[in-house]
C-alpha cells in the first residue's frame, strides 16, 4: 500500500547530537514537505521539494538542512540539537494540483525531545 | 498573501449529534483546492474532505460535509452523528492550483466529542 513513512517515532536525544529524521513515500510524489508543530498545533513550513536535487526553505526559518537525491527518500538533519528544537515534525508529500487531486499526505511524525 | 481563519480554537460536540466547524480565507485567486484534515491524538494526520473551488456543489464524504460558499470565502464542514472517534484537531487548509503548491493551513479547531 502506497504509503508514507518517518522514523523515528519518538526520540530523545541530548543537546550537541547530530540527528537525521527520515521520511520515504512509495506514492512517486515528486513534491515533499516538512512541517514543524508547536506545542498549539499550528503547523509551520519549514523546507520543501519540488523533485531530485531540489530544496528551498519554508516560512518558518529552521536551523535543520534537508536533501533530495531520490525521489522517495527526504531526511531532514539538524547538525548540533538544542531543546530550542523539541517539537513535532511531520512529513508530506503531493502530487501536483493539475493531476486533479491535489491534497497532501503525511507521515504519522516525529517527536522529538532535546534535553 | 492567502490566508486561512479558524475562528474557533475548541468545540466541544455530544455523540450522537452535530457540530460545524468554520473556515474563512483569503485569495485573490479563482481556480483553487479547499482541505479538511483531521489529526486524531498521537495519530497520523489524515485528509477528511476535499473541495474545488470551480465546483458549486458541495462535497460529501459519508458524515462528513462542507457549506462551500465561494464569494463570501468561506468552508465550514459540518459532522453529522458524532462518533467518538472524532476527536481531534481539525485543519482547514487552502491550495492554489498551480503556481507555489503550497499548503495553507488555519490554525486548527479541537473538536472533543462527550459521550
Known amino acids: 500500500e502506497a504509503d508514507i513513512y518517518q522514523t523515528p517515532r519518538y526520540l530523545v536525544i541530548g543537546t550537541g547530537k547530530k540527528i537525521t529524521l527520515e521520511c520515504s513515500q512509495t506514492m512517486g510524489h515528486d513534491k515533499m514537505y516538512w512541517y514543524q508543530q508547536d506545542p498549539g498545533m499550528e503547523l509551520h513550513l519549514i523546507h520543501y521539494?519540488?523533485?531530485?536535487?531540489?530544496?528551498e526553505k519554508g516560512d518558518l526559518s529552521s536551523e535543520s538542512t534537508v536533501s533530495r537525491i531520490r525521489t522517495e527518500h527526504f531526511p531532514l538533519t539538524l547538525e548540533s540539537a538544542r531543546p530550542s528544537h523539541t517539537s513535532q515534525y511531520l512529513c508530506a508529500s503531493s502530487e501536483y494540483s493539475w493531476t486533479g487531486r491535489g491534497g497532501y499526505t503525511f507521515g504519522s511524525g516525529t517527536r522529538l525531545t532535546v534535553v | 498573501a492567502q490566508t486561512v481563519t479558524q475562528s474557533q480554537p475548541e468545540m466541544s460536540v455530544q455523540e450522537a449529534e452535530t457540530v460545524t466547524l468554520s473556515c474563512t480565507y483569503d485569495t485573490s485567486e479563482s481556480d483553487y483546492y479547499l482541505f479538511w484534515y483531521k489529526q486524531p491524538p498521537s495519530r497520523q494526520m489524515i485528509l477528511v474532505i476535499r473541495?474545488?473551488?470551480?465546483?458549486?456543489q458541495n462535497a460529501t464524504e459519508n458524515r462528513f460535509s462542507v457549506n462551500f460558499q465561494k464569494a463570501a470565502k468561506s468552508f465550514s464542514l459540518k459532522i453529522s452523528d458524532s462518533q467518538l472517534g472524532d476527536a481531534a484537531m481539525y485543519f482547514c487548509?487552502?491550495?492554489?492550483?498551480?503556481?507555489?503548491?503550497?499548503?495553507?493551513f488555519g490554525k486548527g479547531t479541537k473538536l472533543t466529542v462527550n459521550p
Open positions: 473541495q474545488e473551488a470551480y465546483k458549486q
Open positions: 487548509a487552502y491550495l492554489p492550483q498551480g503556481g507555489s503548491e503550497k499548503l495553507v
Open positions: 521539494s519540488y523533485g531530485v536535487n531540489s530544496t
